[in-house]
Antibody
Framework: EVQVVESGGGLVKPGGSLRLSCAASGFTFSKAWMSWVRQAPGRGLEWVGR??????????DYAAPVKGRFTISRDDSKNTLYLQMNSLKTEDTAVYYC???????????WGQGTTVTVSS | DIQMTQSPSSLSASVGDRVTITCRAS??????LNWYQQKPGKAPRLLFHSTSSLQSGVPSRFSGSGSGTDFTLTISSLQPEDFAAYYC?????????FGGGTKVEIK
């Protein structure tokens, strides 16, 4: 079964850090572009960023609100995607989804999400 | 950045109704438009990529159309399981951006 499973969410104080993980299975992870998408409580979907596969440089892109604070990385040997979140703000409170991007850059596999709450 | 505007933000409809949701891009995105369905408490599900390419398992009562800046998601005969939120997303250029969503509710 093709799936991704997020972990690592929790409660963190403003200014703190958190690292999310996403374990992939059922597909060739090393060949996939991967993204993170978040959804604040009661709000719509917001793209966080993406990482290309290593054969295409493994480069990353980020949305403006997280650029410079968040870092996406991947460990193809562990079939795992990461989201390192630093200098967290209350407005980063959201459910964070790990997604696989298909060839046309649609997000065709989604995890169940992990909740990040930034509050003092 | 490319802005995506969906309309309406919500609608009420009955089972069997034809429903149309519109998505407009702030600049041309060719056919690089994807649609998602999200039910409460669940992760989104990809319905279409590239405007009109139906994902496996999506019922044929769903259709997508458009190009350039104007796109449409149509449900030909609304079913009880279709009551959900729908989002468009452009994949033409980074940063990828979503529309604000359309919530389809039961009348």
């Amino acid at each position: 079964e093709v799936q991704v499973v997020e972990s690592g969410g929790g409660l963190v104080k403003p200014g703190g850090s958190l690292r999310l993980s996403c374990a992939a299975s059922g597909f060739t992870f090393s060949k996939a572009w991967m993204s993170w998408v978040r959804q604040a409580p009661g709000r719509g979907l917001e793209w966080v960023g993406r990482i290309k596969r290593k054969t295409e440089g493994g480069t990353t892109d980020y949305a403006a609100p997280v650029k410079g604070r968040f870092t996406i990385s991947r460990d193809d040997s562990k079939n795992t995607l990461y989201l390192q979140m630093n200098s967290l703000k209350t407005e980063d409170t959201a459910v964070y989804y790990c997604t696989r991007m298909n060839y046309y850059h649609g997000m065709d596999v989604w995890g169940q999400g992990t909740t990040v709450t930034v509050s003092s | 950045d490319i802005q995506m505007t969906q309309s309406p933000s919500s609608l009420s409809a009955s089972v069997g109704d034809r429903v149309t949701i519109t998505c407009r891009a702030s600049q041309s995105i060719s056919s690089s438009l994807n649609w998602y369905q999200q039910k409460p408490g669940k992760a989104p599900r990809l319905l279409f990529h590239s405007t009109s390419s139906l994902q496996s398992g999506v019922p044929s009562r769903f259709s997508g159309s458009g190009s350039g800046t104007d796109f449409t998601l149509t449900i030909s005969s609304l079913q009880p399981e279709d009551f959900a939120a729908y989002y468009c997303q452009q994949s033409y250029s980074s940063p990828l951006t979503f529309g604000g969503g359309t919530k389809v509710e039961i009348k």
